[in-house]
């Protein structure tokens, strides 16, 4: 039998096509994964600026919630007790403790760079290491450039530097270059002039001690680690303080790629054992038994099968670092993160692969062993459309399944409406998929087809063709529709969160006019200046950040951080239910009614709030402030939050005005105004993740149709030979049935775009009113237009091609061949 599998592979190339390109993509797409859930587990970033102190001890990047239940990043910078440089200096073991300050810096002088940078103390320089090349060691009011930023200034000059959102004016010290790469260039200055507080400790042990045993030596307070080798750049880079991010994504995306991978080879499979029915029941006929003709149709598939795994294993590579790369370009995570794909992701995307594709094809070949030789040859002289009562069951279930969910999801919150409506799509498929001939005979309304049967002959022909072959048709229906779905339905319910989320907050804050700044921030000077402009009637500075209610501990947000918004002002819009926004001054906080109810606190009561820097401060609560249901933040005063944030200014500057203002902001090198616009900037809605797990699936969604749509529409077309032949022995032209291919491909196309817009809609339309209050989708209709476009040309060229070539032979030729 398996020397028949292989022969038979030399007739049936085009069946197995889909299977090769399927499995090539599955094993490199799983082996991506596999990398990027190596990559979550391990956290390696290689420290740079920091790279000379064999330990690095900072703040706990992450949060852990009091119920030891997960963990999220600190949205800010974990500063350090200052104290702790002196205690670590004198332990035992211990040559020297280096210590480390960021802070924001900008040149904006002529002759030298106007990047954003980051300051620190000269001291600090020994933790790259750095060396003078010119000049001296900065003393007050004097900075040292990195030789990239120095341009044609010199040892002397005098340059202008914006710290703290104020530009102030240096002499040059000094320039330095850094012994090894460091990707962003720093400006030294004087221990001095260094703003207080330290960021990060490096220890350099003494001779003859071990960097691992000293690191567990060191007695650190709670919330304080030691990092050694690749650990180190956590200290160093922001956004590696938790791998959760990646190992959900991996997760996700993983298991969608085993799932497509799997409807792709088994709906593949399928179509040829449906096609080779004559050749089957030929095999029974003649003595084979059931189980051999089983274990013809495995050793087939697994063949084609295990050398695309290999290839996909050689592959698996590229598309990790691809996929990585488009994460580190989106921000998803740190371009400093190390991709670490050792050969566990390859061993087990092999296993994986491997696994599914057996899997897979023993199903299929438990159905080409069932085939009795003479029900197979009257199905493969007339075929069967009509459905099982357990199949349209079975339909009917996921069907009801999908408006099920589809219902209940406008009435959860914007925070659980995508995890709860988006599996409609993926039931919605699902049940298209098994009902499929169904489908495209009640699909074939009248008026339909009356509109195709106006093209003569050959439109009369494409719709007998599409009832009769309603089973064949099906298979090209399934994976346009299924594509469809995933890929409208995924990019269309993130487009729509994101701009809820943006709504949401930038319909709670009036003013006309915003300042930004991309000098580290809004410093006081400039917010006492808008005050003073003629024409602005409120000022109010605006912080954001996260944070979370621990004294009473507020069970609603664990490891996802409540919004934290800092405003100075009268903008806030929304309803105060009890107190008064005037008095959110100091330590004080307006909290939702809902999670003061919650909580059993009101105005007046204290409670504890852990800060995006780890700081846990006492506030009191002065009002009971409402905001967008699903979208509520937790309101501080401004100068109270902006001191807890990594620049230790406000973001943006509101003003609300009664004329249109022209100030002068050259005071104020970075400052940037523009209209109510410029309040989204910059806004975390916390969907990245999901909006790339959305982005790929919808990718993954794209690949694999075009493998299925491309390699079923071949077979399909293929098989049809003696047909041809047939219509052109009674008078039909190639060009009349090149015609009447057409019209079968854009009818089936169509009803495969209508079939996945109409899934994807129980998905995105019950999301959009949960997020938004109406049922519209938010997002490009370009988006729609171009996957139309796709669909249209993966059928069409397709169709015609494969058609071309199965006229290629003369009728007769066509009539007598053995495939087909």
Known sequence: MFRLAVTTLRYRTAAFLAIFVAVVLGGALLSAA???????????????RLSAAPIVVTGDPAYHPPNGSGS??????HRVDPALLTKLTTTPGVAKAVPDRSFPAVITSRGTSGTTLAGHGWTSAALTPYQLTAGHAPRSGQVVLDQRLAGTAKPGDRVTVTVSGTPRTYTLAGIAVAQHQVDVPPVFFADADVPEGLDAIGVFPADGTSVRDLAKRLDLPTGVKAFTGDERGVAEFSG????LPLIIMSGVFGGMVAVVMALVVSATIGLSVRQRRRELALLRASGAT????AKMVIAETMVVGLIGLVLGLLCGRIAGTWIFGMLADGGIVPSQL????GPLPFAGAAVLTFAVLRVTVGFAAGRAAR????QALAEAAVPQVALSRVRILIGLVFAGATAAIALSTPFMGPANAAAIGGPAGLTGSIAVAVLAPLVIQRALIPRITRLVEKRGTSGTLAVINLRVRAVQFGAILIPITIATAIALGNIYSQTTQQQAAVDAFTKNLSGDVVITSTAGGIPASLTDSARSMPGVTAVSEVVRSKGWIEEPYDKSHTSDAWPLLGL????????????????????TVALPPGTAKKLKVGVGSEIGLRLGDNALVKVKVVALA????GYESLLLPAQLLAAHTTSGLPSQLLLKTDNKLHPDLSKWPGTTIGGRELLSEGLDTGLGVDAWIGYLLAAIAVAYTAIASINTIAVAVLDRRREFGLQRLTGSTRREVSRMLRLEGVLIAALGLVAGLVTAAFTVFPIALATRGWPIPSGPVWIVLIWVAVVLLLVLPTTAITGRIAMRSKPMDALASPVG
């Open 34 to 48: 596999g990398g990027l859930l190596e990559t979550g587990l391990r956290l390696n970033a290689p420290p740079q």
């Open 72 to 77: 999220a990043a600190f949205p800010e910078r």
């Open 240 to 243: 590696i303080a938790t791998g």
């Open 290 to 293: 059931p189980r051999q003709v």
């Open 338 to 341: 190390r991709l670490d794909q």
């Open 371 to 374: 085939i009795r030789p003479i």
């Open 568 to 587: 100075s002002g009268p903008v806030y819009t929304g309803k105060v239910k009890k107190g008064s926004l005037d008095d959110l001054t100091g330590d």
């Open 626 to 629: 409402e905001g967008p249901s």
